[in-house]
Each structure stands twice: as C-alpha cells, then as structure tokens.
T-cell receptor, first 116, second 110 residues
C-alpha cells in the first residue's frame, strides 16, 4: 500500500459547524503533515507530527486542531471556521521527519473544504 | 526574499521538445530537494528527488542540483501534452520544513 487516503473528498460546512478531516496511511511512515492550499498558490505547511507527537505548528489559528491517535492516522478537527479558510487541505506522510535523504513526502488526494 | 523561488510561467513548449524548469532557494543549509507535478484540481505528485550536486536522471526527467549557486532545475525530454501541469519545486530547509515554490505552469502544445 503506497497511498495516503483522505476523507471526505469534499466538505461544505457552516461557520458554526464542527467537522473533522481524516487521513490514513499504511506505509509505516512515522511522520505526517497537514498542508493547506489555496487556489493558484503552493501548499503551505500547517502541522508536522513525528512519532505521533506534534513537532511543528506553523502559528495556525486554534479553530484548526490536529490529532494523531496512532502512527497510521491523522485528523484535523475544524470548529468555527471562516469563509477564508476554504481551501484544499492536503495530508502527507514520509518515512521519518528530519530524514535528509529520505524518499520525499507522499500526498493524499486532499479534502476540498468550502466554508459558507 | 522568498525561501523557494520559481518563475510562474506559463512555459510553453512544442511536443517533443525539452522543457527546462528552474528553482532557486535561499537557505544554504538545505539538503533535500524535490520536484512535484500537480494537475489542476489534483494533489501534488512526487516525480524527482535529489540530494547531491550534479544530475539525476529518471526516464524522461533529469533533475540538476548546484548547491553553490543554490539552484535546482528539472529537464523534461520529449515533452508530451500530458506533461502539461504545474511543477512545484520543494526544499527541506535547515528548519526541517518542506517548503514549496510558487510553481511553474508548463504547457506542451501539439
């Protein structure tokens, strides 16, 4: 299995809703990441998890709450989002964080989020 | 100065030609360099990684790295219309963060 699976593929939520994005990989990778990508922009790093511990939070607003329940799963809990949070949310994994000659990050297909 | 810079394009090349994509980075401590391809509405797909100075070839793709000049490039030989996409240069900085350039849009016309 060489895939990163993200669910749901599309999500429309109101500003008062609570929802969660899910990400799963079975490649034995011990680093997982959340990126946010707005239209016609590159992906921007949000969070880094290494061995299920949060290692980097790129000053992301608290309305985004990551969780890594085990080495295969990564969640992103969403609460009280704003319309400007609408974007493609990408999950990625790699063998190790700080692995300078590793095999790069494998990205999931993303969740396209629309906040109304 | 941006951490990873690319020309946004579009770069237009005829089918069968060589497409040359360039990227510069600012962090001299960077060790790992990647090229991703992203089709419209899809997620990035890793096509090349390079860690040492010089060239690395994989099929029609060649990545080139020059750490002294802080420069990475990607050559695509025998370009095909299916290669039309945005190509993202990505660098793992000394802070261990994978950062993307703005991407170069490549158009291959028949």
């Amino acid at each position: 299995d060489t895939e990163v699976t993200q669910t749901p593929k599309h999500l429309v939520m109101g500003m008062t809703n609570k929802k969660s994005l899910k990400c799963e990989q079975h490649m034995g990778h011990r680093a997982m990441y959340w990126y946010k990508q707005k239209a016609k922009k590159p992906p921007e790093l949000m969070f880094v998890y290494s061995y299920e511990k949060l290692s980097i939070n790129e000053s992301v607003p608290s309305r985004f709450s990551p969780e890594c329940p085990n080495s295969s799963l990564l969640n992103l809990h969403l609460h009280a989002l704003q319309p400007e949070d609408s974007a493609l949310y990408l999950c990625a994994s790699s063998q190790r964080w700080r692995d300078r000659d590793g095999n790069g990050y494998t990205f999931g297909s993303g969740t396209r989020l629309t906040v109304v | 100065q941006k951490e990873v810079e690319q020309n946004s394009g579009p770069l237009s090349v005829p089918e069968g030609a060589i497409a040359s994509l360039n990227c510069t980075y600012s962090d001299r401590g960077s060790q790992s360099f990647f090229w991703y391809r992203q089709y419209s509405g899809k997620s990035p797909e890793l096509i090349m990684s390079i860690y040492s100075n010089g060239d690395k070839e994989d099929g029609r793709f060649t990545a080139q790295l020059n750490k002294a000049s802080q420069y990475v490039s990607l050559l695509i030989r025998d370009s095909q219309p299916s290669d039309s996409a945005t190509y993202l240069c990505a660098v793992i900085l000394n802070t261990d963060k994978l950062i993307f350039g703005t991407g170069t849009r490549l158009q291959v016309f028949p």
